[in-house]
C-alpha cells in the first residue's frame, strides 16, 4: 500500500496555529495554484490553493480547503450525498461511471477510513462518543461515533485523515486491491 508522502494535500485554516504534517513544525505560505472544483450541476468553480512549505524540511504542502476530497473532481458535499446511505436520490450532475465509481470507493475504504479515525482519536486521548453498542449497523452511524452524523461528515473525516498523512491515492488503493 502505498502512502500519500510526496506532497499531500493539506488542510490550513490558519497557517501561524497548523503544523506540518511532515515534521510538525511551521508552514510558509509560498504560492498558490488554481484548482478547478466541480459542484452538483457540473459546473465548474475555481479555488486558490496555497501552497505552504514546512520551516524545517522544506517539503512542499498544499492547503485542502473544506469542500474538497482529494483526487474527487466533485465537491465533497456531492460526495457524500452519492456515498450516503440513505434512499434520497442525489441531484448530482455526473455520469452513472462517476456515480458507481464514489460508491465503490466509499465501499472498499470504509473499513480503512474507520480504523485511521479510530487511530487518531487513541493518538489524541479522545474517545468516540458513546452510543448503544447493538446498534451500530450503518457505516454513516459509526463513523457518526467521530464526527457526527449530521451533513459534512465526509469534510469532518477527510481533514484530519489527511493531516495524519493517512490519506490513500485512490489508484494505489486499487493496484493494492486482491485480485
Ligand atoms: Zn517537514
Not at 457518526?144 to 491515492?169: E, Q, S
Request: with cysteine.
Amino acid at each position: 500500500m502505498s502512502w500519500l508522502r510526496s506532497s499531500p494535500a493539506f488542510f490550513v485554516r490558519c497557517v501561524e496555529t497548523v503544523l506540518s504534517p511532515c515534521c510538525g513544525k511551521c508552514l510558509r505560505v509560498i504560492g498558490s495554484r488554481k484548482r478547478k472544483l466541480l459542484i452538483n450541476t457540473g459546473e465548474a468553480k475555481l479555488l486558490v490553493i496555497r501552497r505552504l512549505r514546512c520551516k524545517s524540511c522544506r517539503q512542499i504542502h498544499h492547503e485542502l480547503p473544506d469542500c474538497i476530497v482529494p483526487y474527487k473532481r466533485y465537491e465533497s458535499v456531492c460526495v457524500e450525498q452519492v456515498v450516503s446511505e440513505s434512499q434520497q436520490a442525489s441531484d448530482v450532475a455526473a455520469d452513472n461511471a462517476t456515480l458507481y465509481r464514489w460508491r465503490r470507493w466509499f465501499r472498499e475504504q470504509t473499513t480503512y477510513l474507520l480504523g485511521c479515525l479510530s487511530s487518531i482519536s487513541i493518538r489524541y486521548h479522545q474517545e468516540p462518543a458513546e452510543t448503544s453498542s447493538s446498534s451500530l449497523r450503518s457505516t454513516h452511524q459509526r463513523i457518526g461515533r467521530y464526527v457526527g452524523d449530521a451533513p459534512g461528515w465526509l469534510a469532518r473525516i477527510v481533514r484530519p485523515i489527511v493531516n495524519a498523512n493517512y490519506w490513500l491515492h485512490t489508484r494505489s488503493a486499487f493496484l493494492s486491491r486482491r485480485p
